[in-house]
């Protein structure tokens, strides 16, 4: 009786390893999926590390001198010195 008995255990045994292996917490699924899961939030991670370094870049120049906040001025809101005269090129399709 022993000689049956012990060798459905092991059977029963490697079916629930089995079965956790492919369906449990930690199967093989569910680690790609968080593996696809890791890789999308590095890329997300990598485009704001760039990001950043441009803002502060961008902080840095601000804080070392005026001649970036001209420009930026100059560039988003149309500042103009007084005796300066402003000239715009229009460039037409072809």
Do not use: T, Y
């Not at 988003?76 to 460039?91: C, I, K, S, T, Y």
């Amino acid at each position: 009786m022993a000689h049956r008995f012990i060798p459905g255990l092991l059977i029963a045994l490697l079916l629930v390893v089995h079965a956790q292996l492919w369906f449990g917490r930690g199967s093989v699924p569910s680690v790609a999926s968080l593996k696809q899961q890791v890789q999308q939030q590095q890329a997300a991670n990598a485009v704001a590390r760039l990001r950043n370094d441009q803002i502060a870049n961008e902080v840095r120049d601000l804080q070392e001198g005026l001649g970036m906040v001209e420009e930026l001025a100059r560039q988003e809101l149309g500042m103009v010195r007084p005796n300066e005269v402003f000239v715009q090129f229009a460039q037409r399709a072809p």
